[in-house]
């Protein structure tokens, strides 16, 4: 549907986690009352009537995504199955029903558990400040395949952690540097660098806010299942420690961070993940 410059406007003011349902609503109400055209008055009346009624619209989560399986260009590893399988999971987890028992008075949308995926470390879905923030990724690894010493692998990454060392003929991965985006797979035309494992970065208890703090993230790569048990983990401590509509950042603490990543990574030896495979 076209929207006239001025409800453009209007709509970017709205604050941006509630942003896209106000658009959508907006829509919606003005395809109902026959309009071909969004203008300020379409506008203003949803986002009184949206407003006014917020408590009504609150499911107790938000679970965002990206491009995702429609279209991103730079997707690493999607998460489709994943997401479903999690928003079945939110749904009987009866986060509304938690929420009001813990929060006085009306429900608002900054009460709501978030979680956000995004297929690849362009983060458009803003992971670092969410509860939950999942990102697609692939750890290259080097085979036995001889390199063309092409250097399109070293063109491909935007970290500058590729490099050829021209004595053993064979690119070199800093994995400190490394994103897990595969763009260095992708690039390599002779099989060199392939992918050593797909998985998801997770990271956790990030928000805004008065007080503002960024996810820290899990120090490995996780599968589709052990991505899915930390998002379960995670609601059941958020269920078991926060009261009055305590952000998950705001109960998650140092101590909680390290028993998840003993659990999810040291139990799995993932931390040691060979970053080479061949040689």
């Not at 540097?177 to 990271?203: E, H």
Request: charged share 30%.
């Amino acid at each position: 549907m076209k929207w006239t410059e001025e409800s453009e406007e209007a709509v970017k003011k709205v604050p941006f986690f509630v942003r896209k349902r106000v658009r959508e609503r907006v829509e919606k109400e003005a395809s109902e009352a026959g309009k071909s055209i969004v203008t300020i008055m379409e506008v203003n009346a949803t986002q009184q009537r949206y407003l006014s009624g917020m408590a009504s619209e609150i499911k107790g989560y938000q679970l965002e995504t990206c491009f995702g399986s429609g279209g991103c260009p730079n997707r690493a590893y999607g998460g489709d199955d994943l997401l479903k399988r999690i928003e079945v999971l939110l749904k009987e987890e009866d986060l509304p029903g938690f929420l009001k028992k813990n929060v006085k008075g009306d429900l608002k949308f900054h009460h709501e558990f978030r979680i956000t995926f995004s297929d690849c470390p362009n983060a458009c879905s803003q992971p670092q400040i969410k509860d939950i923030g999942i990102i697609g990724a692939v750890l290259p690894a080097i085979t036995i395949e001889k390199c063309s010493l092409c250097e399109e692998c070293v063109g491909s990454c935007a970290e500058g952690a590729v490099s050829i060392d021209k004595e053993k003929e064979v690119p070199e991965i800093n994995f400190d540097l490394c994103l897990k985006c595969g763009s260095c797979i992708k690039a390599c035309p002779t099989g060199t660098i392939t992918s050593a494992r797909n998985g998801f970065r997770v990271l956790l208890g990030g928000k805004l806010g008065r007080h503002p703090r960024l996810a820290r993230e899990i120090g490995c790569l996780l599968n589709d299942d052990e991505a899915f048990e930390i998002v379960r983990s995670c609601i059941k401590l958020y269920k078991k420690k926060s009261t009055g509509g305590k952000r998950f950042a705001e109960i998650f603490n140092e101590e909680d961070f390290n028993e998840f990543e003993d659990l999810f990574c040291k139990k799995n030896n993932l931390y040691s993940v060979s970053q080479r495979t061949g040689r």
